[in-house]
């Protein structure tokens, strides 16, 4: 009613008269719905109809911090806390500015003043919390938000955030031992029971796990978040069945997730059912075609299908959403081996070294290849490069005999195979399968015999 009232009043520039609650409403609604040129209007209005009321220019306050004229604010504020020193409200206005400048050790400060002044202690509480997970002081902002609990048993968001400072600390086995006594307090808490596997699971001790979520569950048949975790520690109990049906129980509950239907699709592939995990490896990515995961896991599996063709499409699906993915190029790179696109698959070994690749495997790919594609001298400037990485491997030793061997260097193949059978003998058969013309090369036989017999 005084809201029409007020409005009325703008529209026809009548002055009407409210009382100091009237405005306060009035102000406060307008704020709560983000109408702050409203609520300026209406402040303005109500300090001139009551110029004395400190709770008016509170609200004052509140919309200079709104609007990050801090010096006005505290100004204000200074005014105010000479009339009414005890008021907890002044504390914690100064409290919220000093939060947004940044200089958070000074709102604890004046806070824990607020504290002495304030009979709804668990709001100041909470904003301690707050303030001190700004300042990365996790244990003093678990207490903090302790006290909320202790002031309001059902208070969630000050559980979570108790856990979450837990988390930070890696004090799990704290974490545990709290929540096992609040739900004492509280036994038929779902939030409780959830928190509580989640640090079980932390922990590996899956078992655990899984009892409290399953009671997660039976005390909220509606809880998606317990149904999800329920089915990721099956997954880890190897009981995928199981999971799969705890994943589908949340796609009933509400909209179908990627990650559900991801993982569901895991989980089929883990049974041997191939066709069931294509299914819901593509009801993930019509879910969120930007999953690049959801791609790669349907690359990777026509890749164990040993449908190459099928599995470039897809991987290349994941590289338009992510071409920065050394992963992505990598497999990529196998891929077109497999389909004996070499060309394209020295393209891909490249971009892995552009990105920063610098695993043997891709060096060697990549020198095969070209090897195999008759570039000689570029193989050899790669393994070069991968020399300095790998120094005294096997598996560039004897790639650099047989590229001298190639590039008649004779002298220089030999210093390099005698290095490749110092390093790991048994591996000069790789020199066979890369280089057999030089492998059947008599003097070559004959080191190589020579050298096995001294090994001998």
Known sequence: MSLLKFESMLKTNNIYFFDLEEFEEIIIHYLEVGKHSLAKKAVKLGLEQHPASVDLKLLQVELY??????????????????????????????????????????????????LSFTEDKADIWSLLGMEYLYIDDFENARVSFANCIEIELEDYSALYNVVYCFDMEKKHGEAIEYLNSYINKNPYS?????????????????????????????????????????????????????????????????????????RIGVCYQKLNKPEAAISYYKKAVHEDPLLDKGWLFLTNLYYELENYRKASYYIIKAL?????????????????????????????????????????????????????????????????????????????????????????????GFTHLICGMKIDYDYHTIFNELYPTFFENLKVQKLILNYKKAME
């Open 65 to 114: 911090i709104f609007e990050d004229e801090f010096a006005k604010a505290s100004l204000l504020l200074k005014r105010i806390e000479h009339l009414e020193p005890n008021n907890d409200e002044v504390f914690i206005q100064k409290a919220t500015i000093y939060s947004k400048k940044g200089f958070h050790k000074e709102a604890i400060l004046d806070l824990r003043k607020a």
């Open 190 to 262: 779902e939030v409780a029971w959830h928190q509580l596997g989640r640090q079980y699971f932390i922990l590996n001790n899956f078992k655990k796990a899984l009892t409290s979520f399953d009671y997660a569950v039976l005390i909220d048949e509606f809880f998606i978040g317990g149904y999800l975790e329920k089915a990721k520690t099956l997954e880890e109990l190897k009981q995928y069945q199981e999971a799969i049906d705890n994943y589908l129980i949340t796609l009933e509950l509400d909209d179908p997730t990627a990650f559900a239907c991801l």
């Open 320 to 412: 338009k959403i992510d071409d920065e993915n050394v992963l992505y190029w990598r497999r990529l790179s196998e891929i077109n081996l497999k389909l004996n696109f070499f060309q394209e698959a020295v393209s891909s070994f490249e971009n892995c070294l552009r990105l920063g690749d610098n695993s043997l495997e891709t060096f060697i790919g990549l020198i095969d290849v070209l090897s195999f594609l008759g570039d000689y001298n570029k193989a050899f400037t790669i393994l070069n490069k991968a020399q300095k990485v790998y120094k005294g491997f096997a598996e560039i030793e004897y790639r650099l005999a047989g590229l001298f061997f190639i590039l008649s260097k004779e002298k220089y």
